[in-house]
């Protein structure tokens, strides 16, 4: 019989007994190894021979037998294996292999990020005739068998055991033995509690053992002493923790049932059963940990609906404890008797409609969601507005339109708001399908152009469908905020898990989960070199990729002190100005993560962020917003922050530290009102919001023999959060209205959704004797379809008590404010005078032309109720959100642009690149398949003394419905190389693959056709090779131009063919033209490299194609232009021939917003 069948007989697989090369895995279900013991075999001892550093645990076979040489069997026909904690393998979740011929092993290379392998004890299974007996291996006798423990009226187990009388090797067969035996009878008394161990004392509510005592320490968080700790037994107060955190409790039974609860501040109380124990002393060590303030994990979601219909909103709230309450508010209007977390509304009428918000409290503070909008609709009202809004977009240079006199075609739009689609009868927190006003009906309209007709589809008609399924990705980079070196193969953490790595560039790309309402990602650096980081990063909800850099903090050079000394680390690092913070550890003060102090010398590390230097504001850590008591989030302004890591100078063990005091020099705070509110606050990295840790009082000391001087000081422990911060509350609150554009032109339609635009906080100046470059807070949001509503600080007394500094960034890409000299235009800037002079705007260029004109700076002045100009914007108060947020275009905002590329897009269906839920179902769509946008581009080389317009023009090539039919232009201006006589361009095309009902691919035919007196002179020969291998063929007469099918491979630098696949169309048309910049399928490049990975040559004559370029030309009349066209000419050379080329090349949409209809 072999040995696979002998296996299969006796039932034995590889879930818990391996018998040929497998492996452990959680997924597996099979029976207990004691299913597999026969009457012809036996079980060997467990062995442990090995422990899981270095690369693993190998419990191998070879190795077993040299140390135990007669306790195995020749040939074991089975294995089991262990955790030293007695769990099984199968049970642990780790990957793990076993051959009963070889032995164990566990690779910690094969376990998961920051997992190694348990510590693992094996046994074999041998046959009975091979166990080797050995003399001597007896048993001693039975001991008596143990009073039952049964209470009265129930049955237990009573025990007895034996003992091994060999010395050096175990016995084989069992040590204790079990019978079931029966309690005493019940007596006939008031007091129904029983008890195992002692008796019950008089409340009759537990069970006494006068004789025992229990002796034990609490430890607070990060595990230092934790004195004052109340320690109760069902609600009554038994003592309190000493100042070394111990205590004594005389009378407390160790019979397993007993519970212990701890309350300390600032701490979750704790519930602990006493072990059990037969010794009169027993010994128990508990560790809290901080109270988890409240935090919303789901905000109640905006719905629609009809008259009579039922709807729900949930707010879902996490904490320790938990809440107890709950408030629903409909309009900021409490609800009487809705305390549940889930209000269900029935039977909806139109008063019902409106705002509705919870707040939940508890002992862990309390919290309000963000308000979700009800839109109740009269029964035969219609969801939508069947007729299309507005929407122009521009066309190409050569088709000019002399009916409106202008480059501009009014397409329409239907705005992606929410209706009421086809609803269940189901009560959910969030709808099962949700439904949007899209495109119903679209006509095809010809327009005359130049020599050609231009098909283009106009919206005619909304209606209600299925929202478009969109999906929210963050990406960008990670770098030091003083030289931008990235934080290279570092850690990102999410909620204590980490979701993603940095590359080699300090890139990374996160998908942000369904649901997430508030984004904090942690960044870690693995090479010690940055502090770690907490971010709350802005994201486009509605979907999309955002671009966010992360500025981190270089951290800071240790120095080694000595624990038991007085030890002071004086915070500042502007040169020639005093320290503003001194941190002092008295001695004695550090302690190990278990709770013992350390004794040594410490190497400490404190890293901190000086608001006098502006330049430190994008390295500031989380969003600076902490929840007050009624649970609203709240701003704060900060005065420093500082991050700690105190480790042993011995082997690097992380130390905390109690009792250090904290010094803030009182002449840095400018605001006199700021003093007696300075707090001492924490970081929660998991909620990035900041939590109070203490306040500060104002004390003068003497600093060395005569000066004397004011400061602010304030107690602190360094637990398991490090890093802190001086901050205070602010009420004076604002928010700043800002929009973003493509282009100089500032039109409604070409607004630009998912710009960062940030917004710095200065020290107030007017009327405060201050560093004019001090911050106090640093604030990021996404523009949406209506731009973006910033907060700001602000004054109503003095205009110019607060200023900000406000830019914007789109991928990488800083964008242009509207310039402020020589001359100020008001209509420009998008605020009129004279509120605009109340608020002296600043270009960043506006003293010298010299500096970057991408930011401007403002006084922040609140606007007057009594003053007409300013109610209408830009700047409006805390309480007129929703008014800021829902402003018309025409009311005052400020305003970023696009440094406008030589480059232009065309699409016969519309479709708006910033705003996914834009996308329309139609063969004609250059993106067929929405979240899986594929870019693609062909490089072209040129020969000429000018650079030279290049386009492409993509057609249906193979489908039967779109064939012959346009998807759309790319126009795209060379650039030139340092040869004076040759440029390159890298030119879109439409990819070739399936359309959007995915049931048939279309090879799009593509023509790139440069614009002049130009030849053809040669084809990349492995493209052409491709393409007569993939037929057909498509007809390559005209030397002037050249033809394809588009491949449907992605096919790479070799052939000069450029594809990329992302969920976001403008992420993967920035990663393909940066590796057509490069000419490699892996690169990426900001300069052109005309010689590289090139697939078309093309030699062109002296005439250059127009004397502007088309990208200027398509403004419109000279009276129109915003810019002169020298200065766009200059702008496009630099951008041309510097590194930062690619960068203004960025990819993006210049026809607008979504495409709606009119005609």
Known sequence: MSLRLYFLLLGITAATVVTAQGSWRRDNKEPSPASYHSDDNDWTTWFNVDHPGGRGDYEQLDAIRFYYRARVCETPRAIEARTTEWVPARETGEVVHADPTVGFWCLNEEQGPGRNCSNYAVRFLCPKENIVKIEGTTWGPWSDWSECPALCGQVGV??????????????????????????????????????????????????????????????????????????????????????????????????????????????ANLSVIVPHSAEHTSVLSVQLKRTEKLHVLSNPESKARREGQTTAFCCKVAGSPQPDKYQWFHNNSVLEKQSESILVLRNLSSEQAGEYHCRASGPAGAIKTKPATLKVLDRDEPSCNTKPESHLIRLPHDCYQNSTDSFYYDVGKCPSSACVGQLDNGIRCKDKVTYCCGVQKMEERQLTCQGYQLPTMVVTECGCQKCVDTKSIVHGRAIAADNGEPMRFGHVFMNGVRIS????????????????????????????????????????????????????????????????????????????????VQIQIPPNSFYTEKGEVFQGNVNASVTFLDPRDISTAAAAQSDLN????????????????????????????PLNAGEVKVFLDSAQVKMSEHLHIMKL??????????????????????????????????????RERRLFNLDVPENRRCYVKVRAFRSERFMPSEQVQGVVVSLINMEPTAGYSTNPRAWGRFDSVITGPNGACLPAFCDAQKADAYTAYVMANLGGEELE?????????????????????????????????????????????????????????????????????????????????????????????????????????????????????????VKVKLSAPHEINVRSRNMGGTHPKTVGQLYGLRDTRSIRDREPTVSAVCVEFKCSGMLYDQERVDRTLVKVIPQGSCKRDHVNAELQEYLVNHLPLAVNNDTNEFTMLAPLDPLGHNYGIYTVTDQDPRTAKEIALGRCFDGTSDGTSRVMKSNEGIALSFTCGDKEATQQSVFQTQQGPQSQRVTSGEGRQNRRRQRANGPSSSRKRSTRNPTGSRVKATS
Request: charged share 25%; hydrophobic share 30%.
């Open 681 to 718: 606050w924490s970081l929660n990295p998991d909620t990035g919001l900041w939590e109070e840790e203490g306040s500060l009082q104002v004390e003068k000391k003497r600093r060395g023999k005569r000066e004397e001087r004011t400061f602010l000081i304030g107690n602190m422990e360094i």
């Open 158 to 267: 009573q025990l007895r055991t034996r003992n091994c009388q060999w010395d050096s090797m175990p016995c084989s067969g069992p040590k204790v033995e079990g019978k079931d035996c029966n309690g005493p009878k019940c007596p006939e008394t008031d007091c129904s509690l029983q008890c195992v161990m002692g008796k019950v004392n008089a409340w009759c509510d537990t069970c006494m053992c006068e004789e025992h005592i229990l002796l034990g320490s609490v430890r607070s968080a990060g595990g230092l002493t934790a004195e004052g700790a109340t320690i109760l037994r069902t609600g009554r107060l038994l003592t309190l923790s000493d100042h070394n955190g111990h205590f004594r409790i005389p009378g407390i039974c160790p019979d397993g049932n007993t519970t212990l609860t701890f309350i300390l501040q600032g701490h």
């Open 501 to 580: 790595r940095t590359g080699y560039k300090g890139t990374f790309s996160i998908q942000v989960p369904p649901d997430t309402e508030r984004l904090v990602l942690t960044f870690m650096d693995n090479m010690q070199k940055f502090v770690n980081t907490t971010k709350v990063l802005p994201f486009n909800i509605k979907g999309g990729a955002v671009y966010h850099e992360i500025k981190l903090l270089r951290k800071k050079a240790p120095v080694t002190i000595s624990s038991t000394e007085m030890n002071t680390l004086e915070l500042g690092e502007v040169e020639d100005q005093e320290a503003m």
């Open 817 to 937: 404010a509207v310039a402020s000299s020589p001359k100020l235009n008001p209509n420009l800037v998008g605020v009129p005078q004279p509120y605009l002079g109340k608020m002296n705007y600043r270009r960043s260029d506006h003293e010298d032309p010299r500096v970057k004109k991408t930011a401007f700076s403002i006084n922040v002045a609140k606007p007057s109720p009594n003053t007409a100009e300013e109610g209408n914007g830009p700047v409006y108060t805390f309480e007129k959100l929703k008014e800021c947020e829902e402003a018309p275009f025409s009311a005052s905002h400020f305003r970023f642009s696009r440094v406008e590329g030589d480059r232009y897009d065309y699409n016969t269906v519309p479709f708006n690149e910033d705003d996914p839920m834009s996308w329309t179902e139609d063969y004609l769509s250059w993106w067929p398949k929405p979240m899986e946008y594929r870019a693609c581009y």
């Open 626 to 653: 902490f929840v007050g008591d009624e649970g609203d989030t709240l701003p704060l302004r900060t005065y420093g922050m500082f991050s700690v890591d105190f480790r042993s100078e011995e082997n690097n063990e």
